[in-house]
Nanobody, 122 residues
């Protein structure tokens, strides 16, 4: 059993900063990748950023340069962060953590958190 939990969502003013955290816990053999997605009301869920076990990252174009994804330096903590700077109203959404966990055979399984709300408003 794997549990994924996000934290850090809040109400912030435009131009402000926020750091989200996601922790994966439970029966974890190895993590292939971790990422953040977001979903605004009436819109489809979209990719924000991902980071893979080798350290490579990928960002959605609209957040590049403002948002940084990084793993905790202690891999055993199975934690990923999303540092968001210069936040804009269009960043308002529920942010979901996504984790791909490999079993001993190398088969990957997807896990999602329940989401954390980020609201950017004055």
């Amino acid at each position: 059993q794997v549990h994924v939990a996000e934290s850090g969502g809040d109400l912030v003013q435009p131009g402000g900063s926020l750091r989200l955290a996601c922790v994966a816990s439970g029966s974890i053999f190895s993590i292939y990748g971790m990422g953040w997605y977001r979903q605004a009301p009436g819109k489809q869920r979209e990719l924000v950023a991902t980071v893979h076990s080798g350290g490579s990252t990928n960002y959605e174009d609209s957040v590049r340069g403002r948002i940084t994804i990084f793993r905790d330096s202690d891999n055993a903590k199975n934690t990923v962060y999303l540092q968001m700077n210069n936040l804009k109203a269009e960043d308002t959404a529920t942010y979901y953590c996504h984790v791909i966990i490999n079993d001993a055979s190398g088969v990957g399984f997807d896990y999602w958190g329940q989401g954390t709300q980020v609201t950017v408003s004055s």
